[in-house]
């Protein structure tokens, strides 16, 4: 299936990059304690992993929060996680490996993540992956997040190359809508939902041990229609998609 063409590999970066859910998942733990919610934060993220932090806490006030609060809960929440994960960051497994073999087989690389440019420097700075990618694209560059498809959408048009040709690594069932809705197909990494969770992913892995950039031709070609948007799967508790 390689052309002269190139394709492009665009990576989430939480979940995916590393393997950091549980560390969110308890710094909104502790805000929600102080804030006396009762909200289980780990299942919140199973269905609300990949939306901005202050979409995901809209979610879990049972009366109307002015933005410039969820803003501020947003950053006490993004301190927390910064102090529980410091001594924790490391990549996942085989994604260096992985990176530099697409960079060799001709694929153009991007990141695509809900988080901001500081959260985004705290991860692949400290773990030097920059040089990697040729586009990073966060919540600053984009006015919907998933799981619109404006993340992913961006990132293609960056790089000039069309969605079809275009490879998501996501962990979050909104990202996968997301990939869908921008006409890109999806493999998906199981490290923050049960696989069975997913929609139509060509591949599901643990890390990137798992796969190859050779096999994406291989996978390509055993799907080659993009899945369309799930809207029941996009529809989970707590939340409202128009």
Known sequence: MPTDQPHALIFDMDGVIVDNTDYQAEAFQLLFREHGLTTNARHLLERLNGMPATAILKTVFHHPVPEKDLKRYADQREFLYRVIYWEKRQEIAGLTDFLRAARQAGFKIALGTG???ETIGYIIDHLHLRSFFDIITGADDVEKGKPHADTFTVVAQKLGIPPERCVVFEDAVLGEQAAYRAGMRCVCLATSVEASKFQSPMKIIKDF???????????LEQQPA????DKQRAQRQYMKLS
């Not at 041990?209 to 996978?219: A, G, K, N, R």
């Open 115 to 117: 988080s901001a440019s």
């Open 209 to 219: 041990t798992e796969i190859e950039p050779q096999d994406i031709f291989t996978l």
């Open 226 to 229: 993009v899945p369309k948007p």
